[in-house]
């Protein structure tokens, strides 16, 4: 079975902070991918990797950024974090159309 | 710009009863799609998908959908709910235009009554 974790399942931070967001996938996937959830909205991608050290913007990538130095890590920061911020944060990976989930990071930013 | 739209943001059922979620699409090519389920704070756990081959599709769980090019749909039925089959659902759309990347409806819950 796939196997996509996420550091944190629940976080508080302050406006202004930096946070990183981690995920690691055990599968060997090349596609990783960041979305946020927000009630009504569905998922909206941030930002998706398809490579070590590859990046590309999703939907909605302002105030974000990721790294991924490593195959199986795909990194989420929040360079200084706000509270339009506080969302649900889901990981997700794939070697075609279909994307295995981890379990989420709820942010709460105050 | 390809897109899907669940038409109804809460269904409630009663135990037993048949589920119906229904899910429209819009896509210039041939589309893949998915059903997604959330349950409460879990994570997104994939319940079937369309990829151009049958039509009805069978997933997990005893659910199923049915891909109806003439009509753009792809709803999502199960003969017979039950209590753990209360969740949310996202009918998905796949962009293979190099961004790989999926796109999700506004999501749809589902309540079960005893």
């Known amino acids: 079975d796939v196997k996509v974790t996420q550091s944190s399942r629940y976080l508080v931070k302050r406006t202004g902070e930096k946070v990183f967001l981690e995920c690691v996938q055990d599968m060997d996937h090349e596609n990783m991918f960041w979305y946020r959830q927000d009630p009504g909205l569905g998922l909206r991608l941030i930002y998706f990797s398809y490579d070590v050290k590859m990046k590309e913007k999703g939907d909605i990538p302002e105030g974000y950024s990721v790294s991924r130095e490593k195959k199986e890590r795909f990194s989420l920061i929040l360079e200084s974090a706000s509270t339009n911020q506080t969302s649900m944060y889901l990981c997700?990976?794939?070697?075609?159309?279909?994307?295995?989930f981890g379990p989420g990071t709820r942010l709460l930013v105050l | 710009a390809q897109s899907v739209t669940q038409l109804d943001s809460h269904v409630s059922v009663s135990e037993g009863t048949p589920v119906l979620l229904r899910c429209n699409y819009s896509s210039s090519y041939s589309p893949s799609l998915f059903w997604y389920v959330q349950h409460p704070n879990k994570g997104l756990q994939l319940l079937l998908k369309y990829t151009s081959a049958a039509t009805l599709v069978k997933g997990i769980n005893g659910f199923e959908a049915e891909f109806k090019k003439s009509e753009t749909s792809f709803h999502l039925t199960k003969p017979s709910a039950h209590m753990s089959d209360a969740a949310e659902y996202f009918c998905v759309i796949f962009l293979d235009t190099g961004r790989r990347a999926l796109t999700f409806g506004s999501g749809t819950r589902l309540q079960v009554q005893p």
């Open positions: 997700a990976s794939s070697l075609a159309e279909t994307q295995y």
